[in-house]
């Protein structure tokens, strides 16, 4: 199964707890199989099937979950 990996920008991420929400709104996306959220760098590495997951789909969960992307 192909894989593709992205790094995005999270804005507005400040404690541990936002980490871990943004963390958990990426994973929920279906056909996502890792994310690592960088709370210091503010930064999400995302691992995803692309025939099954975007980058948009992962970015729309993040600005969901209450937080900015820059793409």
Known sequence: MPEEKIKLKINGMQCEHCR???EKAILAVPGVKKAAV????GTAEVVYDPQAASPEAVARAVEKAGYGVER
Do not use: E, P, T
């Open 38 to 41: 960088q709370l210091a760098g």
């Open 20 to 22: 871990m929400s943004v």
